[in-house]
């Protein structure tokens, strides 16, 4: 069993190496810069396939405004459906071997996806490229339980907060630039789809060759007997987590950021073009700042944390997701009217209008704050999971993130068509938030003690 820290431990540190120090450190460096190329590799291909099926193909059993989510309920499919597999195989075999595995096989799904880009039959163009949207879903759910619970094994206590910093802020900037990336790729004309299969491609060998320095992680419980049945495992090991009251209201909590997230990133299209009256440039600009704030937000929690796991962080970060998204709903309703035949602005007309700058800022600090708020969630569950079930219990957790993502599109949709504008929703989702807040001080009320006491600067025990 992994050490289960009571959450009124402190563990007192000397003053310690940067975070970055981690970056030039065999035992994380090549696991970092492995998940760094995946993320981006997962964004770009997905991205660009749905713009190519938005701008330039013609297919009948797949219109371009349900291109968007029909692509992403495929990639997150097998979050539900395999995931708890996933985490056995994570507890069962060395580590590092079964990440050589599963990049090898992104490197085959890519191989298929160039013939996909590049299939002059759109019908079956598209249906190839779905194919590999599923087995790149694939590829990220059994790479998912390997990345949390690797960190333990590499890192010591006081290293957790910041190498989950490193890897939220890797993990989010390789999401911005690989849709940034396949946006500009597959409008490239004529040469579009050959750029965007190069770039996979060569993403998926850097993946590779990275994944080749991973060092040697024995296996947490190797004599594990798998169970297929993936159902019957995700309750068996939520069942697990529940037994410990910390460990499952982290696993809420993290799944909860998700349902949030979601949510935003899902209306950033709608909220640009409706609300701001901008162009597809300011989504993208939309998403710079929400991705860079989550960056932000997770490097800092190191710097709060000064070494240690600081779960006064937790409730500070969600009410700054609170205080900015509702103060983001009201930056919306002060925008000057246009009339509605005006063209739209471009990212460079936007940002010369004072009044967009309060938009941008809110949408930077409340997800600069839910870094600060999942960063400790993170590291919590991962000192709180029995060392020979880590891997599974965050499979559990990763199904329950898919489902909770599912939940969100869901409530949003229903909200939307009963008449709520994109701000009243997104304002709503603060107010929402402070609901969660409650429920997890409720179940862990060091958080708010710890909260205090971070305010005031203070050393509590």
């Not at 395999?82 to 060395?94: F, N, P, R, V, Y």
């Not at 690989?178 to 491609?201: D, H, Q, R």
């Not at 935003?264 to 700042?289: I, N």
């Not at 709180?384 to 199904?399: G, K, Q």
Request: charged share 10%; hydrophobic share 55%.
């Amino acid at each position: 069993m992994s050490a289960t820290p009571d959450l009124k431990a402190k563990a007192a540190a000397p003053p310690r190496p940067s975070q970055f120090a981690l970056l030039r450190q065999r035992r994380f460096a090549p696991f970092f810069w492995t998940q760094f190329a995946g993320a981006a590799n997962d964004n770009l291909f997905k991205f660009a396939f749905t713009v190519l099926v938005t701008y330039q193909l013609q297919v009948a059993w797949l219109p371009p405004a349900l291109a968007g989510l029909v692509i992403g309920a495929v990639f997150i499919l097998p979050f539900v459906l395999c995931s708890a597999t996933s985490g056995q195989l994570a507890d069962k075999l060395e580590k590092s071997r079964v990440i050589r595995a599963v990049k090898n096989l992104e490197i085959a799904i890519m191989a298929a996806a160039a013939a996909g880009f590049l299939l002059p039959q759109p019908g079956l163009q598209a249906a190839l490229l779905l194919a590999c949207t599923f087995l790149m879903g694939l590829h990220s759910t059994v790479f998912g339980p390997l990345k949390y619970a690797l960190l333990p094994q590499v890192l010591e206590e006081h290293e957790l907060t910041g190498g989950n910093g490193l890897v939220e802020m890797g993990t989010f900037l390789a999401i911005l630039l690989g849709n940034l990336a396949g946006g500009l790729l597959i409008a490239l004309p004529e040469v579009g789809p050959a750029a965007v299969t190069a770039a996979c491609l060569v993403l998926a060998l850097l993946g590779r060759l990275s994944a080749q320095f991973v060092p040697s992680l024995p296996a947490t419980d190797p004599a594990l007997q798998l169970n297929w049945n993936a159902w019957r495992e995700t309750l068996s090991h939520l069942r697990l987590a529940r037994q410990d009251r910390v460990l499952f209201s982290t696993l809420l909590g993290i799944s909860w950021l998700w349902f949030f997230g979601a949510v935003f990133l899902a209306q950033f299209p709608v909220l640009a073009k409706e609300v701001l009256h901008g162009s597809e440039g300011v989504a993208s600009l939309l998403l710079l700042m929400f991705s860079l704030g989550i960056a932000g937000g997770s490097l800092l929690c190191e710097i709060f944390s000064r070494g240690r796991l600081e779960l006064g962080l937790v409730p500070l970060g969600a009410l700054g997701m609170t205080v900015f998204s509702v103060d983001l709903y009201a930056a919306c309703q002060g925008l000057p009217l246009r009339l509605s035949p005006s063209p739209a602005l471009d990212a460079w007309d936007f940002l010369a209008q004072p009044a967009h700058w309060r938009v941008l800022a809110d949408l930077f600090l409340l997800s600069a704050s839910a870094g600060l708020f999942s960063v400790p969630l993170y590291a919590l569950m991962q000192l709180r999971s029995p060392a020979t079930h880590r891997a599974r219990v965050v499979a559990a957790n990763n199904v329950l993130n898919a489902l909770f993502m599912v939940a969100s599109a869901l409530l949003a949709g229903a909200l939307l068509s009963l008449g709520l504008s994109v701000p009243q929703l997104l304002g709503a989702l603060g107010l929402a938030n402070l609901a969660m807040l409650a429920l997890l001080c409720m179940r862990m009320p060091e958080l708010l003690r710890r909260a205090m006491a971070l305010l005031r600067r203070e050393d509590a025990r």
